[in-house]
């Protein structure tokens, strides 16, 4: 059809009951096209003489995703979504929603505007506004407390979780379910039911779900003092609360308009654009090259070699998502440490309460461990994580590529090396790709895949199909040292130290960075990590390090009194009886002061907003470096590796995006003031002077117009 409006949005007509479909793939999102036919459909049904109720579902395996997300930061077209919702719930006849697959924030506000619900068992609901910054817009705030309750309806909304039907069906969000996957039909059984009970409307406005005012004054309370501990400088959560303690103070229509108020003071935050930008960004990742060219190949089993922190994790990992894992480890007495080591994380759950111990043992049924690495016969994939030594890991891959069966995976867990270098040492480079996880490798999200010379476009699609299945966030990452992750860490590390021996305390740079939204700072990040990694790498790299480079020597004075960080109970904040909220200590703060007197600085002072802009200045321009020279697919890659695997704050949408709202020109600028003191660290990026000099940003790099959001 040429009318997008009528393309959005269908009636048809089934004896006395008329069915409007919404009609947006994939997901129903409420564009503008879909709130004007919306409205106009139910206007004309509502006046149809020969209608007697309506039925509302969505074309296709969903029910609504929600407004779209691509419409928001232009100008807001009319009608709005509250508006098409008021309308829905003031029709004088019976309104079903059937909902299947998503009914996710607006198009939930939908359901919840009708009269009447029923869902399919694979229906999915939820509120989750708060994770792209916002909060629900269309009565959300209003409807669902009167209609499950304040502190159902808070959970929903300041979580975002997603119920399923049953879950739905318990709280009281739906009134029905109902089998099979056609909601027409089970939306029309519904209709015709209650046409023959006679039912009318019945309004969620009137619903009684905030009658009893203590208890909902009291889950306010409850939720406002929870978000002081959680919500870290967020916005919409405390809108949300706002919002719930309106709906039970206010008449309906007041609270729906301070609602609506609010809605578009989180619409009108840089929070929603950064969390917009990452939501979209991490579905824009996915769409690399190779994932395009080739089909995955079959994984049916994984192994693992090397079972210490990061096998183990590896395994659990691969568990959890159903694989069969074998682990290779040297000697009988590491593998039963590497068994151990998986073990634990499955006790840990059970202490928690969160699995049983039956759970346990039907997962480790799942895993196999032997010393041998013909157990790697058969195996679809090997994961290598082994120690980060370039001989070790070329003496691993001579075995795999001795025993493992063609067409097998092989990849490196490896953090820096060469794996080009490794993938040579087999007579199947086309099989060698990286997999780079994060510690703990069984909870952290990103996974970087890294992309040697010789690797065959259908393994990367292959690392990307794993990465899904094990629901990590894949970023397609270049061969060089670090990779696009650790290489850009390892400059701000240095940006942080150069602060450090200038004349911050590891307690002033660690408090500006959480500040700026970092779940910790860098210093009691090495203290978690262990401090002997980076010395082990500073160690290996001292020989090639450019002697006029400035090389700050603390965290090795550190390292060689073998304090490491909270594992040895002191590194650069103290932890007595293994606690793990590091104290000042005086000692490191002496080692400081000698280091500065040994090389004549004398300390200046630095305040919170120094101490971030230099940070992130070295972050963006190492950043700018990386997608230049085609280690980073585009900038939105360094976003979402820095957010999901660095504690980069989400709602600031990655350092790459950061730049991009501060100005690329002030950035540029800070560093040139920089390199005024070090011409060598602080050399601009020549992609961030070409973008600057073009009146550019990064996300004009990112290729795919909608990987942003619209400006
Ligand atoms: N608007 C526009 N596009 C959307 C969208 C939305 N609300 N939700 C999903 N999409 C797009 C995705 O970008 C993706 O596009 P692509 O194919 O071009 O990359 C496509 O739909 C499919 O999405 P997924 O790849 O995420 O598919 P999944 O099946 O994995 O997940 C989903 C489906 C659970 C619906 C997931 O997309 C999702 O969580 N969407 C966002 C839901 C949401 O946050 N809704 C609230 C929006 S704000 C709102 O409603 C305000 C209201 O209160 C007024
Ligand atoms: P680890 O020291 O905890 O474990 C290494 C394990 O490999 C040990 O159990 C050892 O017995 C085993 N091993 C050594 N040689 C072997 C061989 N020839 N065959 C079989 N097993 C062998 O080390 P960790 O921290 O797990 O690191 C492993 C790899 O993962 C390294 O390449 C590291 O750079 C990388 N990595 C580490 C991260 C971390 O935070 N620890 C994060 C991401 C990657």
């Known amino acids: 059809m040429s009318n997008p409006t009528e393309a959005a949005v269908r009636s048809s007509r089934h004896g006395e009951v008329i069915v409007i479909t919404l009609a947006n793939p994939p997901v129903n999102a409420i564009s503008h096209a879909v709130r004007s036919g919306l409205l106009a459909a139910i206007e004309a049904a509502d006046a149809d003489p020969d209608a007697r109720a309506i039925v509302i579902v969505g074309e296709g395996a969903n029910f609504v995703a929600g407004a779209d997300i691509r419409e928001f ?175 039970l103070d206010l ?10 108020q609010a809605f578009l003071e989180c619409i009108a935050s840089p929070q929603r654009a950064g969390l917009i930008h990452a939501f979209f960004a991490e579905r824009e990742v996915l769409k690399v090259p190779e994932a395009r060219a080739a089909a995955p190949r079959p994984i049916a089993s994984v192994g693992v070699v090397g079972g210490g922190t990061m ?29 151990a080591n998986v073990e634990k994380v499955y006790d840990g759950l059970i202490h928690k309460q969160r699995i049983t111990a039956d759970d346990k043992a039907t997962v480790m049924a799942r895993y196999s461990g032997s010393t041998d690495y013909a157990a790697l016969a058969a195996v679809d994939l090997v994961i290598e994580a082994v120690y980060e030594n370039l001989d070790v890991k070329k003496d691993v891959f001579q075995q795999l590529d001795r025993v493992c069966k063609r067409g097998a995976v092989l990849a490196t867990n490896t953090s820096y090396l060469d794996i080009d270098a490794i993938a040579a040492v087999t007579a199947r480079p086309q099989d060698v790709i990286g997999l780079h996880f994060f510690s703990p490798a069984n909870i952290m999200k ?17 690392a990307f199909a794993l990465a899904k299945r094990l629901k990590k966030v894949p970023v397609r990452a270049g061969v060089c040292d670090g990779f696009i992750g650790n290489r850009i860490l390892a400059r701000y590390r240095e940006a942080a130290e150069y602060m450090l021996e200038d004349g911050a305390s590891p307690q002033q740079i660690d408090a500006a960075v959480r500040d700026f939204g970092y779940p910790m700072g860098p210093f009691q990040m090495i203290d978690l990590a262990g401090g002997d990694i980076g ?104 976003d979402v590796t820095f957010i999901n695997g660095y504690g980069f704050p989400r709602h600031r949408g990655g350092p790459m995006k950061y730049a991009d709202m501060v100005g690329l020109p002030r950035i540029l600028a800070d560093i040139r003031a920089f390199a005024q003191e070090d011409p060598l660290f602080w050399q601009p990026a020549p992609l ?20 942003q959001p619209p400006r």
Request: charged share 25%.
């Open 73 to 247: 930061g232009r100008p807001p077209q009319p009608p709005s979504v509250p508006e098409v919702c008021n309308r829905i719930e003031a029709c004088a006849k019976p309104v079903v929603a059937a909902l299947r697959g998503a009914a996710l924030g607006g198009g939930l506000e939908i359901a919840l505007a009708a009269h009447y619900r029923v869902a399919l068992r694979d229906a999915r609901l939820g509120l989750p506004e708060v994770l792209l910054g916002l909060m629900p817009g269309a009565g959300g705030t209003v409807r669902a407390p009167r209609l499950i309750g304040a502190p159902a309806a808070l959970d929903l909304m300041l979580s975002g979780r997603h119920l399923d039907a049953a879950q739905a069906l318990k709280l009281g969000l739906v009134d029905q379910l109902a089998d099979g996957d056609d909601a027409q039909a089970a939306g029309l059984a519904d209709a015709a039911e209650r046409l023959a009970r006679g039912a009318g409307p019945r309004r969620s406005r009137d619903a009684q779900g905030l009658a009893d005012r203590a208890a909902a004054q009291a889950a306010i309370e409850a939720a406002r003092a929870g978000l002081a501990k959680s919500a870290r400088g967020l916005l919409s959560p405390g809108k949300i609360v706002d919002a719930v303690q309106n709906a």
């Open 251 to 260: 008449p309906f229509d007041e609270a729906l308009k301070l609602e609506r």
């Open 311 to 339: 096998g183990a994790g590896i395994a659990v990992s691969a568990l959890d998502a159903g694989l069969p894992v074998v682990m290779v480890e040297r000697d009988a007495e590491a593998l039963a440490r590497g068994r």
């Open 446 to 462: 990103l996974l970087e895949i890294v992309v040697p010379a010789k690797v065959a476009p259908d393994v990367v699609a292959t």
């Open 535 to 638: 010395w082990a790498t500073r160690k290996r790299k001292a020989a090639t390090r450019d002697p006029k480079a400035r090389y700050v020597e603390i965290a090795d004075r550190l390292c060689e009194r073998g304090w490491f960080g909270q594992k040895t109970g002191r590194g650069w904040y103290l932890y007595p009886q293994g606690t793990r909220t590091g104290q000042a200590d005086p000692e490191v703060a002496a080692i400081i002061d000698a280091e500065r007197s040994k090389k004549g600085i004398p300390p200046r002072a630095f305040s919170a907003e120094d101490i971030v802009r230099r940070y992130l200045a070295a972050m963006v321009n190492e950043g700018a470096k990386v997608v230049a020279e085609g280690i980073a697919l585009r900038p939105l890659d360094v």
């Open 688 to 707: 961030l002077e070409q973008l600057v000099a073009a009146g550019r940003d990064f996300a004009s790099l990112n290729h795919n117009d909608h990987a």
